[in-house]
């Protein structure tokens, strides 16, 4: 068998099938670009998915790829197995209504046996049940013969689709046999077995089915194969390595991480798990994090720092102490960054090293904590006997120390435990869809039916920068999308050449109208939205008049919305160039909106902008503006573009050619948005917001044009009323203010100080009041303004009715307070804890404390005098008690 590293391997790959007629293609990013449906690239055919389903001829039949993605369909498996991984290299070949079955199987087994010399005897085939077609390939045209071809179900031979909706079929995978020393052991072992023996390494996917939302499916438009061999599997094969974490590529991340602990540790069964868990999750961090997500508690944020902190809980199984993630930060990079189109890592990894630094440091500050209070309750369920952990308990570690769900679970099931996730999920709330599934996108076209053809010929040709209204547009391609129940009915079509933008680049799709040319009665189709699925351009209408024909129309985009569109765009691209400018080359953009109503740009930065800053960042721009700068356009090879400092936006997949936007020598963007001609159209530039919405990355959200003018109108009438209602000048309003907010200040305090007065008053008062009574102690509902003050007052009950106590009741910002205070003498039979624990019981409060003093609260305040008659009945329940044990 041939010895190759893994950068070897990739070459091979490529080099076979390329020489077979296959365009070597780009890679897409991780996070997909034009697929609502997924949080992440998890197959090497998702940015092919458009050209299985749709109808129109895909810009080429064949291609061949290596795609980095993200599964974490089996996250609690990697480290467990040899073979799993979240982040991974698939090499793919594609066919778009080329070649089929035959050809794939053919190609598949040259490359295995001849081309890296892999046994036959070792190499197994698979197919789906029912696929008589590829079962007979191996077995006749192959000659395997029928014993070695193994028939498997729905769950491991029939593929997709990705995301639940669009291209997925039958698939035959091959399998590499380590051997009968491996795995189970069983004689009856073959392929499909849940143990380790065969190890699949290389799917075919024969794609023929389109999977609606329904579940429905339907014939592909363009039948054709989509094949996935990840390179860490292959190169474990090959290489002969004990897992995919081990191969040359992933064995020096390893390495790293058993430096940073101990080798005693690193070196047991769960060390090396620990390890392996460590090395896959190192990677796919770095990658996510330098494509611009960030770690949040929702969607892909919340994918990164699920992955973040279960690395970080593993740490301790290696003997490492305190945050070590962003260490590995240099290894990672050094790794990957040897192939050519992962040279970005190195431009980031310092971004990359200082986010995981923050999160893995936010998170430490608990993980001792979290780790204790799971330990502790493990401890007891054990003494008990029970094999359930509560899920309000795992709620706590998520909510009050950050433990992801699943980190919970694994850690329970380490323990012999299962998790009450119904009852985590109960306490959740709203937050359990974000703990579960971390989100999902809803697909603009989920409601869509089948394509069907109007007219034959080129489509989507896109001649909006210059043209708003186009005569003599025709219909190509059009399918219903709603409507009905007296609903207008919608469409969604293609035209054969369009004026209307589709949503790309951060910038929303154009609207506006199609008209029946030449006839004012005939029909209108209202384009309420345009986006683009793979090379076609969408146009979602509603038919307003007459019915959706195949044309001519006059397409006139909305004109108003546009130009609007355009000021803030490239005032977008002056934005960029002025925070570049102000705060360092470091920044990086990580997002953007770009509507009629008003632009977002969010970018990577560490911390707060000052207001020094903003204005700053706001006077550059409109200094461009004023200046009345030509926006010009140039289309160059992307590296021409590059080499004259062209910044490309990292996520947006760039062809050969790239049009560039240059305003002067501020601004050079590659972008294929729409632009003004000059920056004197923009008019005005106005800051409305900053602010974080990660760790590490800033928004800024802003305005232009009579919009921003608009704004600046209403501040100056504020600013008329203010300077009215405080009887000064406007440049006097702030000093005003100021002198306001010392005397409400000085106020407050004296009115603070009398109310504690008063209510040390009224609590002496009710001491001694008490002092004769038996039992000695306090029912009240007193007025204070804060718990701290109910809390002192109490103290003093505690200390003046050392024999009782009192149970003090307060309304504090519309809710109910209590507090419990319990003398020294009193509290083995009356715990402050318990007493006021049982006293907020009737109206649904919680709260605790220690056996002298403790606090409870609850929502309704209006049923106070219910919580004092409990807490009173409860007192003389057992302060009646006597002593001594004689009852």
């Not at 001792?368 to 709620?395: D, H, M």
């Not at 006077?619 to 700068?629: H, I, K, M, Q, T």
């Not at 149970?807 to 504090?812: D, N, Q, R, T």
Request: hydrophobic content about 40%; aromatic content about 8%; some cysteine.
């Amino acid at each position: 068998m041939k010895r190759a590293t893994s950068n070897e391997l990739r070459r091979l790959f490529l080099d076979f099938f390329v020489e077979r007629g296959h365009p070597h293609l780009p890679q897409a990013p991780l996070v997909p670009l034009d697929d609502p449906t997924l949080l992440f690239t998890s197959a090497g055919m998702v940015p092919f998915k458009p050209y299985f389903s749709s109808p129109l001829p895909p810009p080429t039949r064949r291609a061949v790829t290596v795609q980095r993605c993200l599964r974490l369909t089996d996250v609690e498996q990697v480290g467990q197995t040899v073979r799993h991984a979240t982040f991974f290299e698939m090499l793919g070949n594609f066919s778009f209504g080329d070649y089929f079955k035959k050809e794939a199987i053919e190609w598949a087994w040259e490359f295995s046996t001849q081309v890296l010399g892999m046994p036959k005897e070792r190499l197994w085939p698979s197919v789906y049940m029912d696929d008589d077609e590829a079962f007979d390939l191996w077995a006749k045209h192959i000659g395997l013969g029928a014993d070695r071809i193994t028939r498997l179900g729905e769950k491991d031979n029939f593929w997709g689709p990705a995301g639940g909706t669009g291209a997925c079929g039958p698939s035959s995978e091959i399998y590499w046999d380590q051997g009968p020393g491996a795995g189970c052991q069983r004689p009856a072992c073959a392929p499909g077995c849940d143990c380790e023996r065969y190890l699949e390494f290389w799917n075919l996917v024969f794609p023929q089915f389109d999977q609606l939302p329904s579940g429905e499916r339907q014939p592909l438009a363009n039948r054709g194969i989509d094949t996935g061999m990840g390179l860490e599997r292959l190169a474990m094969i090959i290489q002969g390595s004990p897992s995919v974490q081990d191969n040359d590529l992933l064995a020096p991340i390893g390495d790293a991480v058993r430096r940073m602990g101990s080798a005693a540790d690193a070196g047991t069964e769960r060390g090396r798990r620990a390890v392996r868990v460590i090395t896959d999750h190192a990677r796919a961090l770095v990658f996510t994090i330098a494509e611009g997500v960030r770690p949040s508690n929702e969607g892909r944020g919340y994918v990164v720092r699920r992955l973040l902190r279960r690395a970080a809980r593993f740490g301790r199984d290696v003997g490492i102490q305190g945050p070590f993630l962003a260490r590995l930060v240099p290894t990672v990079v050094a790794q990957m960054s040897v192939y050519e189109e992962y040279g970005y890592l190195k431009r980031e990894e310092g971004i990359v090293a200082d986010a995981i630094r923050e999160e893995e440091s936010r998170f430490a500050e608990t993980l001792e904590q979290g780790v204790a209070r799971f330990e502790e309750t493990a401890a007891t369920l054990e003494k008990r006997r029970e094999t359930t952990f509560p899920g309000a308990v795992a709620f706590q570690l998520y909510d009050t120390f950050g433990f992801p769900l699943d980190l919970t679970v694994e850690m329970a099931r380490e323990r012999g435990l299962g998790v009450d996730e119904a009852g985590y999920e109960a306490a959740m709330q709203e937050q359990r869809e974000r703990a579960r599934k971390a989100g999902r996108f809803e697909t603009r076209r989920a409601d869509a039916g089948p394509w069907q053809t109007l007219t034959e010929g080129p489509h989507s040709a896109f001649v909006g920068y210059d043209a708003w209204a186009l005569d003599g547009v025709s219909i190509r391609s059009l399918r219903e999308v709603g409507g009905g129940d007296g609903a207008p009915r919608e469409v969604e079509l293609t035209l054969d050449r369009t004026p209307f933008y589709p949503e790309g680049g951060g910038q929303v799709g154009d609207t506006g109208w199609l008209l029946a040319a030449g006839d004012e009665s005939g029909s209108r189709l209202r384009v309420r939205d345009t986006y683009r699925d793979g090379d076609a351009i969408v146009h979602r209408a509603e038919v307003a008049q007459g019915s959706a024909g195949a044309g001519p129309y006059r397409a006139v985009v909305d004109a108003e919305k546009r130009a609007a569109t355009q000021r803030n765009h490239t005032a977008t691209h002056l934005l960029h160039a002025a925070l570049r400018a102000r705060l360092g080359t470091h920044l990086k953009q990580a997002g953007s909106l770009v509507a009629p109503d008003r632009l977002r740009f969010d970018f990577s930065h560490g911390k707060p902008l000052t207001p020094e800053d903003v204005h700053a960042i706001e006077s550059a721009v409109n200094e461009r503006v004023l200046a009345d700068f030509e926006v010009r356009t140039e289309v160059t090879s992307l590296q021409e573009a590059q080499a004259k400092g062209a910044m490309a936006l990292f996520g947006e997949k760039y062809g050969e050619r790239v049009r560039q936007v240059i305003v002067d020598e501020y601004s050079r963007e590659l972008c294929g948005g729409c632009h003004v001609r000059r920056t004197g159209e923009i008019g005005y530039f106005r800051v409305e917001s900053e602010a974080a919405i990660a760790a590490g990355t800033r928004r800024i959200e802003a305005v232009t044009g009579t919009l921003a003018y608009a704004h600046a109108e209403r501040d100056r009438a504020l600013l008329r009323e203010l300077a009215s209602r405080l009887g000064a000048p406007r440049e006097q309003i702030a000093a005003r203010l100021v002198t306001l907010q010392e005397e409400t200040k000085r106020l407050q305090e004296e009115r603070s100080r009398q109310g504690k007065d008063q209510l040390r008053t009224r609590v002496a008062e009710l001491v001694r009041a008490a002092q004769g009574g038996e039992p000695p102690i306090v029912l009240a509902l007193v007025e204070a303004s804060g718990v701290e003050e109910l809390r002192e007052a109490s103290d003093l009950v505690r200390q003046g009715l050392p024999r009782g106590g009192g149970l003090l009741a307060a309304v504090i910002d519309g809710k109910l307070s209590v507090a419990a205070a319990v003398g020294a003498e009193a509290v083995d039979r009356l715990p402050a804890d318990a007493w006021v624990r049982d006293a907020v019981s009737v109206v649904g409060g919680k709260g605790g404390g220690k056996r002298e003093l403790a606090v409870a609260g609850a929502k309704d305040a209006s049923r106070v005098h219910e919580v004092l008659d409990r807490g009173g009945a409860f007192a003389k329940e057992r302060l009646e008690q006597p002593t001594g044990g004689n009852r």
